[in-house]
């Protein structure tokens, strides 16, 4: 028998609601994320802040919600009704690389809410694993999207050193996109010139089949507010995701924050059409991080 070497935790609720824009309800199943990002990565600021870890590497120690479908079972008989969408996740990685252990609990975890109706999107900078595409499991109008920032595998390693390389990301989401379901990108936190020299246009390219596109800035980082023509060059990438989008077919959305005056019409971006006269009311979080 295989010995796990995730460590556990116990929780005591799982589902929450949020204000922000991919969805109306989220989970975190699991403390912590390998990925380590640098950026900084907001989470784990967070968590810092409240005494949960300690340090960078108590957080690359991911830890496993033990009772996460326990908890799941217990909370959506009361829930499901009101719920239109989860998201999955904020606060973690649901398929960090190279931790089977949690990318099996998410599978699970995407396919108990697909069963209440309840359709997910997911966010990752690990890889999607292939049985996603078996729509007699999963809801086809789940919405999978990567995080891409950058192509370079320099840059990879040195901001996001324990996620997946960029490639192989894009491939799997090809695979999906080629399953008929629908795919996402996030480029955010977008790095300035001063941390990376790199052509947005090259990685838009590489993207070009995905349904939606969500561009933002960096923030909390020094070296980005350090770059003096910061609110120009943000600018100027987002005229770039725009252009781009509208030339490809692509929906978008620009975070707020990262041009010179919001949009605040895009933010719907993840909600269903039907459900477009309940939107949530703008969070404040949203403003002013990006995870
Ligand atoms: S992948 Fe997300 S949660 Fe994990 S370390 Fe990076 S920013 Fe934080």
Known sequence: MAISKTKKI???SLLYKSGVEYADYCLNHVEGCSHGCRFPC???MMKKRCGVIRN???WIQPKIVENALELLNEELPKLKNKIKVVH???TTDPFMYRQKEISDLTLKII???NTDGIRCTILTKGIYPKQLSDTKKFEENNEYGITMVSLKGKFKKEL?????PYIQRIKALKYLHDSGLKTWVSMEPYPTPNLIRQDLSEILEQIKFVDKIVFGKLNYNVKTTQFEDNKNFYQECADTVIDFCKHNGIEY????GTQKKDNFKTKKLFTAKSDQSQASLFDLREAIIGI
Do not use: Q, S, T, V
Request: glycine share 4%; charged share 35%; with cysteine.
């Open 10 to 12: 116990k929780r005591k």
């Open 253 to 256: 959305h620009i975070k707020f």
């Open 56 to 58: 960078y590497n108590d």
């Open 42 to 44: 907001y989470a784990m």
């Open 111 to 113: 396919e108990r809410l």
């Open 88 to 90: 999955l996740c904020f």
């Open 160 to 164: 996001e050193p324990g996620a997946a």
